[in-house]
């Protein structure tokens, strides 16, 4: 049978983390990726059994540390069938006058280089072998912007106009991209961009169900699943009591 690999970037925590589960639990050998080794050594023993899971452990903003690893991957390694873009956070939540130059840094060196050096390696193999699925998972930063989301939002609105770009210039190649763009997930995201505040980090979360990394994983899988003339190209999924990213129906 065949080996079918996948490489999750962001694979320690939140959406990465239940999409490596959730592709490992459908027969995926899983390349798993992030800064905190230990915590994809722990991946390991979530997955199924007869599943392999290969940390890289690298900095997305490092350059040669991505094209190190990802070109000189061992052989059964190499045919990545699908990527899922997902490493990246919110740093900061601050108006534009007062932002920190390392926040706006972090937030474009991350979310947009960083996917898109992980995306420069890993596409010459799909398009020598006409095939594969890139997921990138955007924002409804990207679609709409919020006051003091400035960089976020621009950082995400690019991960979009890109996401758009790759589908179009790998199209020939019959190459699937898709854009998955979340409103509020509890996960580490806003622990991230608090600076470690917890507090502050719940309350995002409070008195509204938002959306949990388990509900995105669910729809990578099902566009993993599709047949092969089929792409959800592009896919906005909010919490139910979220109708932009301003307008949260909370009841406190
Ligand atoms: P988490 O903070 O839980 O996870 C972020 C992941 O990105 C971690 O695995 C982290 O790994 C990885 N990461 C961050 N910076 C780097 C880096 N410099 N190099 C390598 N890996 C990095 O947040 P989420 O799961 O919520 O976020 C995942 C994606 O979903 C992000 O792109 C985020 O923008 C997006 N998103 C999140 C939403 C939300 O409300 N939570 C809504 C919409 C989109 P490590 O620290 O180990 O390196
Ligand atoms: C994360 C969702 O609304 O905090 O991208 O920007 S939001």
Not at 158 to 185: E, Q, S, W, Y
């Amino acid at each position: 049978m065949e080996r079918k690999i996948a490489l999750i970037t962001g694979a320690t925590s939140g959406i990465g983390k239940a999409c490596a589960l959730i592709l490992a639990k459908n027969g995926y050998h899983i390349i798993a990726t992030g800064r905190r080794a230990e915590r994809l050594d722990e991946l390991k023993k979530e997955v199924p059994s007869g599943i392999e899971v290969l940390p890289l452990v690298f900095d997305v903003r490092d350059k040669e540390a991505v094209f190190g690893l990802i070109e000189n991957l061992p052989e059964n390694w190499k045919n990545i069938e699908i990527l899922v873009n997902n490493a990246g956070n919110a740093h900061g939540l601050d108006p534009i006058q007062s932002g920190s130059l390392d926040d706006w840094d972090a937030m474009m060196d991350i979310n947009v280089k960083g996917l898109l050096y992980v995306s420069k390696a890993v596409i010459p193999g799909m398009c020598e072998r006409n095939s594969g699925t890139i997921i990138n998972i955007g924002s409804i930063a990207g679609k709409e912007v919020y006051p003091n989301g400035n960089v976020y939002c621009g950082s995400k609105h690019a991960v979009d106009a890109i996401t758009k770009g790759m589908r179009m210039d790998l199209n020939p190649f019959g190459i699937k991209v898709i854009g998955i763009h979340p409103g509020l997930v509890e996960t580490e995201f806003s622990v991230v961009r608090f600076k470690g505040d917890e507090n502050r980090a719940e309350k995002v979360y409070q008195g509204f169900e938002p959306l949990v990394a388990q509900d995105i994983a669910e729809i990578v899988e099902f566009c993993i699943n599709r047949p092969s003339h089929v792409v959800l190209a592009d896919i906005v999924v909010l919490p139910t009591a979220q109708a932009s990213s301003t307008l949260v129906n909370k009841k406190l």
